[in-house]
């Protein structure tokens, strides 16, 4: 407390304390000791991590595969087919791009003439927020490295050294990098979303991904709006009219659709109704009923 108060006072011009009364001088020391308290704070806040708790809620699995039949990642080279890469040069790894490529598209017929795929890792959602990621992941997105996100390009250069030869281990090594690839791939389209509205738009804006985060984390949490919107520090109008704006769904919306994806999930696993409503947040089983079947 003490070196507060002394910084305070180094602050205060000596020759001006005669003229200012005691209440002036105590409203100064209590507006610098609050200031100063607050640059702590600021400096002490955690970082706030958009991506942990949806990754738990996807819970995917990535897999080094010859061709994917689902929802895939793809190393793609522009020029010729062979890898050449000098880690003193980036030459090389600007001839790199990811191509994250949905089920519903072909790859080879996605290529431009001159691009070949080096590698494909088959990416699958088990968890229940896999099929709303997928939506948002409708069309393909092809980053070059130029472009990317530092830690897609770390990630990237990892894989091309990897595939300059055979080594030991290689299979899994791989494989963890495939999951290495897709947290990256999250990070870029968080830090340079691909759309105008959408998932990962809203995650790049603090305070909707405030709300996000908090609602991934604990869906069952009788989440308010007014709860919410103090979280993303916004009115209540405000923050639900620009979430609606960016995410195309009303808070309470979204919410319910979280909710309902983890029961469906839980449902096929035998679990009774009664358990499942209160591990997401419903009253009752009855009223989870209706909410499924409002759902579809």
């Given at each position: 407390m003490g070196s507060v108060i002394d910084a305070i006072f180094?602050?205060?011009?000596?020759?001006?304390?005669?003229?200012?009364?005691?209440?002036?001088?105590?409203?100064?020391?209590?507006?610098?000791?609050?200031?100063?308290?607050?640059?702590?704070?600021?400096?002490?806040?955690?970082?706030?991590?958009?991506?942990?708790?949806?990754?738990?809620?996807?819970?995917?699995?990535?897999?080094?595969?010859?061709?994917?039949?689902?929802?895939?990642?793809?190393?793609?080279?522009?020029?010729?087919?062979?890898?050449?890469?000098?880690?003193?040069?980036?030459?090389?790894?600007?001839?790199?791009?990811?191509?994250?490529?949905?089920?519903?598209?072909?790859?080879?017929?996605?290529?431009?003439?001159?691009?070949?795929?080096l590698m494909s890792f088959e990416v699958v959602f088990d968890g229940p927020m896999?099929?709303?990621?997928?939506?948002?992941?409708?069309?393909?997105?092809?980053?070059?490295?130029?472009?990317?996100?530092?830690?897609?390009?770390?990630v990237m250069t990892l894989i091309a050294n990897e595939m300059q030869t055979s080594r030991c281990g290689q299979p899994l090594f791989m494989n963890r990098a495939g999951d290495i690839l897709l947290i990256s791939l999250m990070r870029h389209l968080t830090s340079r979303p691909q759309q105008d509205s959408g998932l990962f738009v809203a995650l790049s804006d603090p305070r909707i991904a405030r709300s996000l985060v908090a609602m991934h984390t604990k869906p069952a949490h009788p989440w308010t709006l007014e709860i919410l919107a103090n979280l993303a520090g916004m009115s209540r109008t405000s923050f639900a009219n620009y979430f609606k704006d960016v995410m195309q769904v009303s808070p309470g919306k979204y919410l319910e659709n979280l909710r309902l994806a983890i029961a469906r999930q839980l449902m096929q696993t035998g679990i009774g109704l009664k358990q499942i409503a209160t591990r997401t947040g419903y009253a009752s089983p009855s009223t989870l009923s209706r909410a499924l079947g409002r759902g579809g």
């Open positions: 180094e602050n205060i011009d000596p020759d001006s304390v005669d003229a200012l009364s005691i209440p002036c001088i105590v409203l100064y020391l209590m507006q610098q000791f609050v200031h100063i308290n607050l640059l702590f704070v600021q400096m002490d806040a955690p970082r706030l991590d958009r991506l942990t708790a949806l990754l738990e809620g996807l819970s995917p699995k990535v897999t080094l595969t010859s061709k994917a039949n689902g929802f895939s990642l793809n190393i793609i080279k522009t020029g010729t087919p062979e890898l050449s890469l000098d880690s003193s040069s980036a030459t090389h790894l600007d001839a790199l791009s990811l191509l994250a490529c949905p089920a519903e598209h072909s790859l080879s017929k996605t290529l431009e003439p001159d691009q070949h795929c896999g099929p709303g990621l997928l939506a948002e992941l409708s069309q393909p997105i092809s980053i070059n490295m130029k472009d990317a996100d530092p830690s897609l390009v770390q």
